[in-house]
């Protein structure tokens, strides 16, 4: 088998989060000089094309870029450097770590986990096995939800900070709203967005949300305490822990004795939504390793979107908004179950930048509840 080592400028360009790895007291900050990472001597450790090869024979298919990620991680190395010098080996004293790392990475445990971070909205995220690994198409639910601040809320009212997002939001479901939900405003009496993050997981969402929205008060669920304790332990690194709120408990059942726990203007969740079928032929890296609860969404993946959507017009403003990511081939179904709620209006949809139906959108009806 031929091995394949991948371009300089792919690998230069790729995301790679290295540091909070596990053992990283045996590395150097990127960058930095440190002592011979590559080895001089006979007495030698990992190539880069040697991890590769492992790598790929285990079945890994992004084997290029895991290689230099791992590498890099364990040496200080910056990854670029492994795929000039493929077949020079790094010092044998950090041969142990790289052992360690690729077997983890062999048996198909994710990159993320291995080494303890990713890299979500521009922010280092801590990420465990109690949590979901924050995917690269949900930063298109940040971008829905901060378009919708723009031009719904007003973003001079709330100092929304300034960040390149695309200029075109959602497109209506429906060209021909009716009158009466067309251009209403939300009536909010509230100085300060209120925001809902459902399942919150290691906090992506909320975390994104908050730094973005320095008037924001966003609110952080998620029914495992692992979880809620990962998303914390993020928002105190990134400074923002006392702008995001995390609550223990399942959907809205925290707020349901939470002093003000209504009157939201924005409800957004990434919710469970694979359908319990198809768990199984998940890859392994998902599958053997991720929580199945944050994966589990019931026979069709949309039993939670059901769950909220019935649910969530009590818990926010009038004229305020829901926003769901959905997996692929359920928009539909998603835009169906809002049409039948008398809570919402007309759906919108916004698309990943694979050009997949990602989110659907729906401002709330009739008058505000509390």
Same mark, same amino acid.
């Given at each position: 088998?031929?091995? =394949?080592?991948?371009?300089?400028r792919e690998?230069?360009g790729a995301?790679?989060? +290295?540091?909070?790895?596990?053992g990283?007291?045996?590395?150097?900050?990127i960058?930095?000089?440190?002592?011979?990472?590559?080895s001089?001597?006979?007495?030698?450790?990992?190539?880069?094309?040697?991890?590769?090869?492992?790598?790929?024979?285990?079945?890994?298919?992004s084997a290029s870029l895991?290689?230099?990620?791992?590498?890099?991680a364990?040496?200080g190395?910056?990854?670029?450097?492994?795929v000039?010098?493929?077949q020079?080996?790094?010092?044998?004293?950090?041969?142990?770590?790289?052992?360690?790392?690729?077997?983890?990475?062999?048996?198909?445990?994710?990159? !993320?986990?291995i080494?303890?971070?990713?890299?979500?909205w521009?922010?280092?995220?801590?990420?465990s096995r109690?949590?979901?690994i924050?995917?690269?198409?949900?930063?298109?639910?940040v971008?829905a939800?901060l378009?919708?601040?723009?031009?719904e809320?007003?973003?001079?009212?709330?100092?929304?900070r300034? =960040?390149?997002?695309?200029?075109?939001?959602?497109?209506?479901?429906?060209?021909n709203?009716k009158?009466e939900t067309?251009n209403?405003?939300p009536?909010?009496?509230?100085?300060k967005?209120?925001?809902?993050?459902?399942?919150?997981?290691?906090?992506?969402?909320?975390?994104?949300? !908050?730094?973005?929205?320095p008037?924001?008060?966003?609110?952080?669920l998620?029914r495992?305490?692992?979880?809620l304790?990962?998303?914390?332990?993020n928002?105190t690194?990134?400074?923002?822990?006392?702008r995001?709120?995390f609550?223990?408990?399942?959907l809205?059942e925290p707020?349901?004795?939470?002093r003000?726990?209504?009157?939201f203007?924005?409800?957004?969740?990434?919710?469970?939504?694979?359908?319990?079928g198809?768990?199984?032929?998940?890859?392994?890296?998902?599958?053997?390793?991720?929580?199945?609860?944050?994966?589990?969404?019931?026979p069709?993946?949309?039993?939670?979107h059901?769950?909220?959507?019935?649910?969530?017009?009590?818990?926010?403003?009038?004229?305020?908004?829901?926003?769901?990511?959905?997996?692929?081939?359920?928009?539909s179904?998603?835009v169906?179950?809002?049409?039948?709620?008398?809570?919402?209006g007309?759906?919108?949809?916004?698309?990943?930048?694979?050009?997949?139906?990602r989110? +659907?959108?729906?401002?709330?009806?009739?008058?505000?509840d509390g």
């Open positions: 088998m031929k091995t =394949r080592l991948m371009p300089l690998v230069r995301e790679c989060e +290295v540091r909070g790895v596990e990283a007291q045996h590395a150097r900050p960058g930095q000089a440190a002592s011979s990472p590559f001089a001597s006979g007495d030698a450790g990992f190539t880069y094309r040697q991890v590769v090869e492992r790598l790929e024979r285990a079945g890994v298919e895991d290689a230099a990620c791992l590498l890099e364990a040496s190395i910056p990854r670029w450097r492994f000039l010098e493929s020079r080996p790094i010092a044998h004293g950090r041969s142990d770590l790289v052992a360690s790392m690729l077997s983890r990475r062999e048996a198909r445990e994710p990159i !993320a986990y080494l303890g971070a990713k890299e979500f521009s922010l280092s995220l801590a990420v109690d949590v979901l924050p995917r690269p198409e949900t930063e298109t639910l971008e939800v378009e919708k601040i723009r031009f809320f007003g973003v001079s009212s709330f100092e929304l300034k =960040r390149r997002v695309g200029q075109s939001c959602c497109q209506p479901e429906t060209q709203p009158p067309a209403p405003k009536e909010t009496q509230n100085p967005l209120r925001i809902l993050d459902l399942g919150t997981g290691c906090g992506a969402i909320a975390l994104a949300l !908050a730094t973005e929205i008037l924001g008060r966003v609110y952080a998620d495992s305490r692992a979880a304790r990962m998303a914390s332990r928002a690194a990134l400074g923002l822990a006392g995001v709120h609550l223990a408990g399942d809205f707020l349901r004795t939470a003000g726990g209504g009157g203007d924005l409800i957004v969740s990434n919710p469970p939504y694979i359908p319990s198809a768990l199984a032929l998940l890859p392994p890296e998902i599958a053997a390793y991720e929580p199945l609860e944050a994966l589990d969404g019931g069709d993946g949309l039993r939670f059901r769950r909220i959507i019935e649910e969530a017009p009590g818990y926010l403003r009038a004229g305020a908004w829901l926003a769901l990511e959905v997996g692929d081939g359920q928009l179904a998603a169906e179950l809002l049409r039948k709620s008398d809570g919402f007309p759906p919108e949809v916004k698309k990943d930048l694979a050009g997949h139906d989110v +659907v959108l729906a401002r709330r009806r009739g008058g505000a």
